[in-house]
Nanobody, 123 residues
Framework: QAPLAESGGGSVQAGESLRLACTVT??????????MAWFRQVPGKEREAIAC????????KYADSVEGRFTISRKNIESPVYLQMNSLRPEDTAIYYC??????????????WGQGTQVTVSS
């Protein structure tokens, strides 16, 4: 079982919205002591950082490709981490992964990963 679990993926039309959720499923991961992030990957391409949020949720960072459209949030250190995705585009189609680790937009700084959830946006 993966230490993190994503949910909320699906198929939508361009311009619509989705909200992804990431839940800690392993006692080995203490969400209260790690930064959290969302990544996405298209088959055959490198994993792309989308957004990250600090341990307390007060600081976040976004990739240029989603800035202004996506919002990462966590209500408190024990709650799920969400990714609100608005104004979705066909190029947002990918498998979306949640990760826990050190704050930043580099995948190598994250120790724990979920199995991913598919997001498909049609034009």
């Amino acid at each position: 079982q993966a230490p993190l679990a994503e949910s909320g993926g699906g198929s939508v039309q361009a311009g619509e919205s989705l909200r992804l959720a990431c839940t800690v499923t392993s006692s080995g991961v203490t969400a209260s002591s790690t930064a959290m992030a969302w990544f996405r990957q298209v088959p055959g391409k490198e994993r792309e950082a989308i957004a990250c949020i600090s341990i307390g949720g007060s600081v976040s960072k976004y990739a240029d490709s989603v800035e202004g459209r996506f919002t990462i949030s966590r209500k408190n250190i024990e709650s799920p981490v969400y990714l609100q995705m608005n104004s979705l585009r066909p190029e947002d189609t990918a498998i979306y992964y949640c990760a826990a680790g050190s704050y930043g937009l580099k995948p190598e700084t994250y120790e724990y990963w979920g199995q991913g959830t598919q997001v498909t946006v049609s034009s």
